[in-house]
């Protein structure tokens, strides 16, 4: 059985840091591509970081390129969200996510609040 366990949300002052760790048991990530989502209430989810399987490829969103930073330990199989300057939109509830092919992410976290004040 695949479980994703997401840490490390709270409340952070505008321009302020966080790093998201989302611990994966059941599969390895040479396995798994991973990925970072975000959804603030009444708006869709939002894919914004993911990292391929073999580690080598990123790609962010528009809207935290440059801020936001993802990576993995394969020893601890956990991957992490660095999370900087960050801003009252950033507001939501984070979720990682993994997927056996692709981008089709099929295994999901509980997910972890983040709360950026002005």
């Known amino acids: 059985q695949v479980q994703l366990v997401e840490s490390g949300g709270g409340l952070v002052q505008a321009g302020g840091s966080l790093r998201l760790s989302c611990v994966v048991s059941?599969?390895?990530?040479?396995?798994?591509?991973m990925g970072w989502f975000r959804q603030a209430p009444g708006k869709a989810r939002e894919l914004l970081a993911a990292?391929?399987?073999?580690?080598?490829?990123?790609i962010y969103a528009d809207s935290v390129k440059g801020r936001f930073t993802i990576s993995r330990d394969k020893e601890k199989n956990t991957v992490y969200l660095q999370m900087s300057s960050l801003k009252p939109e950033d507001t939501a509830v984070y979720y990682c996510?993994?997927?056996?092919?692709?981008?089709?992410?099929?295994?999901w976290g509980q997910g972890t609040q983040v709360t950026v004040s002005s």
């Open positions: 059941g599969r390895t990530l040479s396995s798994t591509g």
């Open positions: 990292i391929a399987r073999s580690g080598g490829t990123t």
């Open positions: 996510a993994g997927a056996r092919v692709g981008a089709n992410y099929e295994y």
